[in-house]
């Protein structure tokens, strides 16, 4: 296939990396920043996007914020040829799906929602790589694809890249799920930081300080974006949080050993449940 990248941040950059390491495709690649673009070319990981090539493209993966993924769509729709199969991977799902769906009235382009379940606490082009997606999940929601053989082009050619499965969902379950996966971890970090005493903790801390805060790097536009078109769902999740917390508190607060024992042990049986699942 001839497949093309719109954006080439650390999602399309690996992607673009990813297709190019199997051999059997032929990448094009688009990034708002020039000099993206450019070295992309040099290293031989993507030819340039544009308007020329684009039609020739069979698949087009939109890796960009979810506001920019509609309008770049919306900006080349007379450049994209009918029976394409477009797959945005943005993080949330309702937000770039009901636009689109206005956007593509009319026309008949095979459109899925697409987010690949990988990441790292790093962003942009030099810090993707080809292997970011291996073993990794990537989730689809197909409403919006006339042809169902087209889901199952696009399942075969994740499969084809590294992942290890593919999720299939709709919109409303996997903003749902994703405000509390992802989403959620993503706030506790960045407010687990702010901590006066994170100034001290050298010499102090260990794996549960790395793993509670490696996501506190993020891109604050990108994830301030994506927080606020799944505000509903993540909400109810902060103020869940925060209502457990509260339980921890008191129990810690008022010396209650055996509240405090019950609710750590709820909570290490709920992850041995989950576990086995």
Not at 17 to 44: F, N, P, Q, S
Not at 246 to 268: C, F, M, V, W
Request: charged share 30%.
């Amino acid at each position: 296939m001839k497949i093309g990248i719109v954006g080439l941040g650390l999602i399309g950059g690996s992607m673009a990396k990813a297709i190019k390491a199997c051999g059997r495709h032929e990448v094009y690649g688009y990034d708002r920043d020039e000099t993206v673009a450019e070295l992309a070319e040099r290293e031989g990981t993507a030819h340039r996007l544009n308007t020329e090539n684009l039609g020739d493209c069979e698949l087009l993966l939109i890796a960009l914020y979810p506001k920019a993924a509609v309008d770049f769509v919306r900006e080349k729709l007379k450049y994209i040829k009918d029976g394409t199969v477009i797959v945005d991977l943005c993080g949330v799902k309702r937000a770039v799906m009901e636009p689109m769906a206005e956007v593509l009235k009319g026309r008949k382009i095979n459109y899925i929602g697409g987010h690949p379940m990988a990441g790292t606490e790093s962003s942009g082009y030099k810090s993707s790589r080809a292997d970011l997606f291996e073993g990794a999940s990537m989730i689809l929601v197909e409403s919006q694809c006339p042809d169902k053989n087209a889901v199952k082009k696009a399942e075969d050619f994740f499969l084809e890249l590294g992942f290890k499965e593919i999720t299939r969902t709709a919109m409303e379950e996997h903003d749902r799920i994703i405000a509390f996966t992802s989403q959620l971890a993503h706030v506790v970090s960045s407010a687990y930081i702010k901590s006066p005493t994170a100034l001290m903790h050298f010499g102090f801390s260990a794996g549960s300080y790395k793993d509670l805060t490696r996501v506190a790097k993020l891109n604050e536009v990108m994830w301030t974006e994506l927080f606020l078109d799944n505000a509903e769902y993540l909400s109810e999740e902060i103020e869940g949080i925060i209502d457990r917390l509260k339980e921890y508190d008191r129990a810690i607060s008022s010396g209650d050993r055996e509240q405090l024992k019950r609710l750590l042990r709820e909570g290490r049986e709920a992850k041995e449940g989950i576990d086995r699942v």
